[in-house]
């Protein structure tokens, strides 16, 4: 079993709404998370991070943690044919910066 | 754009030869990583280095090892490679703390026929 799980999808969304990705994570020891973006052909780039139970906000994007659960997601609200990508799901444990990701979720907004 | 440098971009290379694909950072961060990437697999960690000389396998350490006797240069060797080995290579760098982003690297697309 893969330390972070992921949905592969892929996940079509119509232009405007709001894309939900979701993430779960094995290792109680995991603090920190990450969710990155990736175009095809291109290398990932990091949309946020969380470290803290409850919500995190940037702009249209809402990142969300519940330890408990071991449960990550990713909201996209208002979404642009411009979101459309593959988004990864990744833990480390503060002091190891091994980061660990999970398979990705292929995103597409339908215009 | 952090400043990381993948060398070679492409390469194709043939069943048993030693391939060296280099990682260059001039950002002074302290964490630097391979990653390889195939479809269904996403991003599997190869292996990493938490300062000079201070490596440490990942997940899909065999068949490659690394060296690293600068801090802004890491390679990634595989000793022999295999058609297994095809994918896209990806070198990334960070700083410890908590959210400390990783940077990727533009990735490195090889073929072993």
């Known amino acids: 079993q893969k330390e972070v799980e992921q949905n592969s999808g892929p996940l079509s969304v119509p232009e405007g709404a709001i894309a939900s990705l979701n993430c779960t994570y094995s290792d109680r020891g995991s603090q920190s998370f990450f969710w990155y973006r990736q175009y095809s052909g291109k290398s990932p780039e990091l949309i946020m991070f969380?470290?803290?139970?409850g919500d995190k906000e940037d702009g249209r994007f809402t990142a969300q943690l519940n330890k408990a659960s071991q449960y990550v997601s990713l909201l996209i609200r208002d979404s642009q044919p411009s979101d459309s990508a593959t988004y990864l799901c990744?833990?480390?444990?503060?002091?190891?910066?091994?980061?660990?990701f999970g398979t990705g979720t292929r995103l597409t907004i339908i215009p | 754009d952090a400043g990381i440098t993948q060398s070679p971009r492409h390469k194709v290379t043939e069943t048993g030869t030693p391939v060296t694909l280099r990682c260059h950072q001039t950002?002074?961060?302290?964490?630097m990583y391979w990653y390889r990437q195939d479809p269904g697999h996403g991003l599997r960690l190869i292996h990493y280095s938490y300062g000079v000389k201070d490596t440490d396998k990942g997940e899909v350490s065999d068949g490659y090892s690394v060296s690293r006797s600068k801090t802004e240069d890491f390679l990634l060797t595989l000793e022999s490679a295999t058609s297994s080995q095809t994918s896209v290579y990806f070198c990334?760098?960070?700083?410890?703390?908590?959210?400390?982003?990783?940077?990727f690297g533009q990735g490195t697309r090889l073929t072993v026929v």
């Open positions: 990744a833990g480390s444990n503060f002091g190891n910066e091994k980061l660990t």
């Open positions: 950002e002074n961060h302290r964490y």
């Open positions: 990334a760098i960070s700083e410890p703390g908590e959210g400390a982003e990783a940077f």
């Open positions: 969380i470290y803290s139970n």
